[in-house]
């Protein structure tokens, strides 16, 4: 009767043991799976938006080009 409490004792450890660490190795590859994302996820974003901010700077430097144009058009005219 001893051994059969023993061996319970043992299983039910061991039982116990191996869903910890079960639970523990799910909790550390859905952490790393989470971080992998979002750092692919901000290298991806801050790609997008230095290409933005160059569009963006090539649209001003077009808009002063357009404007000193309409300024020598403008000034030309009043002559």
Known sequence: MDFLWQT???S???AALLGFGAWLLRTYI???L???VEHEFNVK???????????EE????????SA???Q???SGSAD
Do not use: H, V
């Not at 974003?45 to 569009?55: A, G, K």
């Not at 090539?58 to 080009?65: I, S, T």
């Open 12 to 14: 039910a450890l061991s």
């Open 34 to 36: 989470k971080a992998t």
């Open 45 to 55: 974003l801050s790609s997008i938006q230095s290409q933005l901010r160059q569009t």
């Open 58 to 65: 090539m649209y001003k430097d077009r808009l002063r080009e």
């Open 30 to 32: 859905q952490t790393r």
């Open 72 to 74: 020598t058009l403008q």
């Open 68 to 70: 000193a144009e309409i």
């Open 8 to 10: 319970l004792a043992s």
